[in-house]
């Protein structure tokens, strides 16, 4: 039985890394000088504490000064030219047509950003849905990754186990939580280049909850869905 593919959107299906997390990340600063009348250094270390505690610099901004979320996406996730920043992959549109199973983008991007960068990227006829961060909302408060209630209830809502979820992803801690909840795992190594995302120092015993390693999404047909193997 085909495995239902969950594929991370920035830096895993494409590189953000150099053009759009910069231009997301001074669009958070901006934000918070301007909402909580911070200087440009401390607003920026909050963006970063926030990030590095809460999974998402949006939790730590509602939970703690009562920042509307979805004005906050609104403001910084404005990319009109996304057409021009995210370079269609031939090889991405070949895999994805070539993979066996269902695939799911799970990100906790906005749902407007999430569908521009599909459609720059072409692959949305691949693509059975688009979980953003918006559809992470229960119990009253926002979930994303690496939420591991989340998670399961993403694998409900597909009506799914958890073992046929197989989470594809630059991130490792989003990675061990998929792995704690019993889904597979791929970690994508290789689309980033390196300027993006605020690295968090992996916890030891990381890769025994890999169940695979690849350097881009455009390798996974040629790995047989078998050899992504149950997380032990």
Not at 30 to 49: H, K, S
Not at 84 to 104: F, Y
């Amino acid at each position: 039985m085909h495995p239902v593919w969950l594929l991370d959107l920035d830096n895993t299906l494409h590189d953000a890394s150099a053009v759009v997390f910069p231009r997301i990340n001074r669009a958070m600063t901006d934000f918070v000088i301007e909402r909580l009348g911070m200087p440009e250094q401390q607003a920026n270390e909050l963006r970063q504490f926030y990030w590095q505690r809460y999974g998402a610099t949006m939790l730590g901004l509602v939970r703690h000064h009562a920042i509307d979320a979805h004005d906050f996406l609104r403001a910084t996730h404005r990319f009109p030219d996304i057409h021009r920043l995210v370079r269609r992959d031939q090889r991405l549109v070949h895999a994805l047509r070539r993979l066996p199973g269902r695939k799911v983008v799970v990100t906790n991007a906005p749902a407007s950003y999430a569908r521009a960068v599909i459609k720059a990227l072409g692959i949305g006829a691949f693509l059975e849905d688009v979980i953003s961060i918006e559809a992470m909302h229960f119990a009253g408060r926002f979930q994303p990754k690496p939420s591991r209630p989340m998670l399961r209830r993403l694998a409900a809502r597909l009506r799914v186990p958890s073992s046929r979820c197989v989470l594809v992803e630059d991130s490792l801690e989003n990675l061990r939580s998929a792995h704690r909840v019993g889904m597979r795992t791929v970690h994508v190594t290789g689309v980033a280049s390196g300027a993006g995302k605020v690295a968090r120092k992996p916890r030891s015993g990381s890769d025994r909850r890999v169940g695979l390693q690849v350097q881009s999404v455009t390798h996974l047909p040629r790995r047989r869905p078998r050899s992504v193997n149950r997380n032990p």
